[in-house]
């Protein structure tokens, strides 16, 4: 296993969603139901912002093909919202200068996971920002905010959640709630197979394609005699990349 791999795995939501059940657990256990309420809103609403921009594009092909994004990456988004607060409690509340370094830890660790994405090829530069961005805004104002319970227990639990990580069977849990996304994306759509990100390029002639030029003037010239040509074209245009 590569190092990238094993850095992406920080991200993974079969790891990352049980804790952020146990935040929520935690805090509505020592009466802090209104944080909690807070934190259950925000990464509900982030997280269903990352699974409807991955069933959009892989159902319907909604993306951006300027920016080169067919969703938020979602391994950035989990690690971004959890890794900051798992690190955050796991130092005494007594210590708070303690806390913020290891909260910016936290930071570091979910950048790293956004840096594997893109090693790995597995998202675009414009997915790993924004799924960050996301995150981020779950957990910074979490970490910022006041009456946060924290307690040995607490300690003992984050800890052993990120020391843990490294040790699960890694190769048997990645890519499992992708799976479970694309098969909802074709349940909703009703197609037989997602639409993937080099299918931009086919569904339309590029506009500065030779080619295409060729096939608009052929058209506007009326000439029958070139239309099986012209088509062949259009063919060879659509499937290339794009120059620009």
Not at 103 to 113: D, F, K, M, R, S
Not at 194 to 208: L, T
Not at 216 to 232: H, N, Q, V
């Amino acid at each position: 296993m590569s190092r990238w791999h094993l850095i992406t795995f920080f991200g993974e939501s079969t790891f990352l969603l049980p804790c952020a059940v146990f935040l929520y657990v935690w805090l509505r256990w020592h009466g802090a139901t209104r944080v909690a309420r807070h934190w259950l809103l925000a990464f509900t609403l982030t997280a269903g912002a990352v699974l409807a921009s991955k069933i959009a594009f892989m159902g319907w092909g909604i993306g951006s093909a300027a920016i080169d994004f067919t969703g938020f990456s979602g391994h950035s988004m989990m690690a971004a919202s959890i890794l900051p607060v798992l690190l955050y409690l796991a130092m005494p509340a007594r210590r708070p200068g303690l806390s913020a370094l290891a909260a910016l830890a936290g930071v570091a660790l979910a950048l790293a996971v956004g840096v594997s994405r893109l090693a790995l090829h597995a998202h675009s530069p414009s997915e790993v920002v924004s799924g960050l961005a996301l995150g981020f805004l779950v957990s910074v104002p979490f970490i910022l905010r006041h009456g946060v319970p924290r307690g040995p227990l607490t300690m003992m639990l984050a800890s052993a959640a990120l020391l843990s990580m490294p040790l699960l069977p890694v190769s048997h849990m990645t890519g499992i709630t992708h799976g479970l996304v694309t098969e909802m994306a074709l349940f909703l759509s009703g197609r037989d197979r997602p639409f993937e990100r080099g299918d931009w390029m086919s569904r339309a002639p590029c506009a500065v394609c030779p080619e295409a030029a060729a096939v608009s003037a052929g058209a506007a010239g009326g000439t029958a005699g070139g239309a099986a040509a012209d088509a062949a074209r259009v063919v060879r245009c659509a499937t290339a990349r794009c120059p620009a």
